[in-house]
């Protein structure tokens, strides 16, 4: 089942629940889709990645937005932020801990064969792309600095 799939069963879930965070995030996300396949051509299909990709940047902005809304001060739409946040998250893979982090890091460095911070660029394409949705960019951007002695 995709991602697409399973995210439009969730939402008649959500519809039947009337759990009102999970309706508003899952629809978003339908939404994402729908427009990220017509802008290729009507009968476009999403890849896995590219349908990774978009939750992702949803659970990104839902993010963003929830802080600017706790600097301003605005707790209801904070919680609403972070409510749908979470739900989006659901549909991503797990998050490395850090110790996975470093040992998948540490790896990509020796296969890169990276030895100083100025290798960092070559290490980070390869880490960003490989580690996709397991780990925050700038979290890989962090060990990686880290490891490399910067």
Do not use: C, H, W
Not at 1 to 30: N, T, V
Not at 43 to 54: F, S
Not at 111 to 125: H, I, W
């Amino acid at each position: 089942m995709s991602l697409a799939e399973k995210i439009s069963s969730d939402l008649k879930d959500a519809m039947k629940g009337k759990d009102k965070a999970a309706l508003e995030a899952i629809r978003a996300a339908k939404t994402a889709f729908i427009l990220a396949r017509t802008e290729k051509r009507a009968d476009y299909v999403l890849t896995p990645d590219e349908e990774l990709k978009i939750i992702q940047k949803l659970v990104k902005q839902r993010r963003e937005s929830a802080a600017i809304y706790k600097e301003q001060n605005r707790i209801d739409l904070y919680d609403r932020e972070v409510a749908e946040a979470e739900v989006l998250e659901k549909y991503l893979p797990a998050k490395l801990s850090d110790e996975e982090l470093s040992s998948a890091v540490k790896n990509i460095i020796a296969r890169v064969g990276a030895k100083s911070p100025a290798d960092l660029g070559k290490v980070m394409g390869v880490a960003v792309k490989e580690l996709a949705g397991k780990a925050d960019g700038k979290e890989i951007s962090a060990k990686v600095k880290q490891l490399l002695g910067d």
